[in-house]
């Protein structure tokens, strides 16, 4: 097998290198995108994860003082924090990354030198709120181990998500490529899954679109949402059984994020909305109300009784919501939230995230 030698010398060695990867907002066609679909999502500027890496004499993955937390209080202490935010912080996640890294570059033939390095990372992403906190973590610090390395132009873009998703499969977490193409990319993309490019690319079809097509948008989550991970299981074995409203369900799903991004295009916001409010009643309609859960399902209804267009941004705990009405319905959709105990941002797209090197890397 061919091996690439990595010859440049980086220059940031010794520094710190340090990347972000920011939530993501699925606003259309989800969760289709594990099921040979299309979808839409965007990175979302108002969270997200950093991770830094230094250069030092043994490989050091440092814990976060805070989500890893091995020191307590008390033994109330411990299971009051275990029941609120679970068994599992940040390191395993960092482990994981480095190891299908490293595992990719030797099956490729890319030399990686013997130096190590520290890894440590900070996040500011809500747990389970749909928001794709943990591969976020995972994105930040692949981009890290690109730079330290000096492998970034060897590493497609394309095949970066898929890496990213590995290392989330190693751990057990459920998910689809599309949360780590909206981390990778940034900005806003139109994404294919169909068979037969993800059977013979190992990839989808990525298509970055201008953030600018976007009308306002905002954010309403909770302060105690469901587990998202939890989400897919019973749909995606129907699916797999041949389940016919599971089958045509999806396809409508996906046909929304075709839609959508002509809708976009020509800037026919009214449609946006249709097809928002289509996605989650389809979504409804598939999972049942007993598996996306009363608090989720209310923040859904919260911005609809005002009118808004409304559906999940992931598979729950989080809603993107779109008010066609403007700053009024804005207002109503704040006094709803305050009164629901819901908390309301507006959105904060941000845009592309690729550099010069990662563009040459795309496939033409």
Not at 227 to 234: A, L, P, R
Not at 330 to 357: D, Q, R, T
């Amino acid at each position: 097998m061919e091996r690439h030698q990595n010859t440049e010398t980086a220059s940031s060695a010794a520094a710190t290198i340090e990347h972000r990867a920011y939530a993501r907002v699925g606003l259309l066609g989800n969760p289709s995108d594990v099921y040979y679909g299309r979808t839409i999502s965007f990175s979302l500027g108002n969270f997200w994860a950093s991770v830094k890496l230094h250069l030092s004499d043994e490989l050091v993955i440092r814990p976060h003082p805070t989500h890893d937390l091995v020191v307590f209080r008390s033994l109330p202490h411990l299971v009051n924090r275990l029941d609120n935010e679970g068994y599992y912080g940040g390191v395993r996640l960092l482990m994981a990354i480095c190891k299908v890294f490293s595992d990719y570059c030797k099956e490729k033939g890319i030399h990686l030198d013997s130096r190590n390095f520290t890894l440590s990372y900070d996040t500011n992403i809500p747990r389970q709120t749909g928001l794709s906190g943990s591969s976020a973590i995972v994105c930040a610090a692949l981009s890290c181990l690109l730079d330290f390395y000096n492998v970034r132009r060897l590493i497609k873009v394309e095949v970066r998500p898929g890496i990213v998703l590995e290392a989330e499969k190693q751990l057990g977490i459920v998910a689809g490529l599309q949360d780590r193409v909206a981390q990778v990319y940034g900005g806003l993309v139109y994404m294919e899954f169909g068979k037969e490019h993800m059977d013979s690319l190992g990839h989808g079809i990525y298509t970055p679109m201008d953030v600018s097509l976007l009308p306002p948008l905002y954010l309403i989550y909770a302060e105690n949402p469901s587990d998202s991970g939890k989400v897919h299981s019973t749909v995606r074995q129907r699916w797999l059984s041949g389940d016919e409203l599971i089958i045509s369900s999806m396809k409508e799903v996906a046909d929304i994020a075709k839609e959508g991004r002509t809708a976009l295009l020509e800037k026919d916001y009214t449609k946006l909305a249709a097809l928002m409010n289509s996605n989650f009643d389809l979504r409804r309609r598939m999972f049942g109300d007993d598996a996306l859960g009363a608090l989720n399902i209310e923040m859904v209804e919260v911005a609809r009784r005002v009118g808004a267009a409304s559906k999940f941004t992931g598979s729950g705990g989080a809603v993107v919501v779109f008010c066609p009405d403007g700053p009024s319905q804005v207002k109503l959709l704040e006094e709803a939230c305050l009164s629901a105990g819901f908390k309301l941002e507006p959105i904060k797209v941000i845009p592309s995230l690729l550099n010069e090197v990662d563009l040459q890397t795309l496939s033409k």
